[in-house]
């Protein structure tokens, strides 16, 4: 479940430089599907579900609620971007917050698009929910999720152990301009 508050969802697409992020539609249904059943794409998220258990139970137009972005390039969907705020987050530190994911299919991996969904993504947030900060968690030995986050300057808050792996939780708080 997501709450992000009063929030008009969904937005208008929001449009970067090679990227579109919108709203899931009926047509992302199979790549929801690849995303959810890739072993690659869930290396650090506990392993990928048995497709045929997505083919059944995914709905005609998945992950459908506010705070759930389909990046598409080119027309075709190649990630997803999750803002969501849970009821209690796993660490006191992130209570509260807004918390940042993401999947992208291996095929998009190195190209930048994460970095460029991600900027897109918490601008947008800093827009509708003003001076609000944003957490994100990762597997440290997920290299490629640390250095992004790094790279969207989210701070580091807290390292802990959980699910048998040490872990990092980050923080990123909106520029505003001071008076």
Same mark, same amino acid.
């Given at each position: 479940?997501?709450?992000?508050?009063?929030?008009?969802?969904?937005?208008?697409p929001i449009?970067?430089?090679?990227l579109?992020?919108?709203?899931p539609e009926?047509?992302?249904?199979a790549?929801?599907?690849?995303?959810?059943?890739s072993?690659?794409v869930?290396?650090y998220?506990?392993?990928?579900?048995p497709?045929?258990?997505?083919?059944?139970?995914?709905p005609?137009?998945?992950?459908?609620?506010?705070?759930s972005? =389909?990046?598409?390039? /080119?027309?075709?969907?190649?990630g #997803?971007? $999750?803002?969501r705020?849970a *009821?209690g987050?796993?660490?006191?530190?992130?209570?509260?917050?807004?918390?940042?994911?993401?999947l992208?299919?291996?095929?998009?991996?190195?190209?930048?698009y994460?970095a460029e969904?991600?900027?897109?993504?918490?601008d947008?947030?800093?827009?509708?929910?003003?001076?609000?900060?944003v957490?994100?968690?990762?597997?440290?030995?997920?290299?490629?999720s640390?250095?992004l986050?790094?790279?969207?300057?989210?701070l580091? =808050?807290?390292?802990? /152990?959980?699910?048998?792996?040490e #872990?990092? $939780?980050?923080?990123w708080? *909106?520029?505003t301009?001071?008076?």
């Open positions: 479940m997501t709450d992000l508050g009063p929030v008009a969802w969904p937005p208008a449009k970067t430089e090679r579109v992020l919108r709203a009926a047509r992302d249904r790549a929801f599907i690849e995303l959810l059943a072993p690659e869930h290396t998220l506990g392993g990928p579900r497709r045929e258990e997505l083919d059944r139970d995914t005609e137009v998945p992950e459908r609620w506010p705070g972005f =389909v990046v598409d390039l /080119d027309g075709s969907m190649i #997803q971007i $999750l803002l705020r *009821p987050h796993r660490r006191p530190a992130g209570a509260g917050k807004v918390d940042l994911g993401y992208f299919l291996p095929r998009a991996w190195g190209f930048g994460a969904a991600y900027a897109a993504a918490l947008w947030f800093a827009g509708v929910r003003p001076g609000e900060p957490v994100l968690a990762t597997q440290t030995a997920n290299v490629g640390m250095r986050a790094a790279k969207l300057g989210f580091e =808050v807290e390292r802990f /152990d959980a699910w048998g792996a #872990q990092w $939780l980050g923080m708080s *909106p520029v301009p001071s008076d």
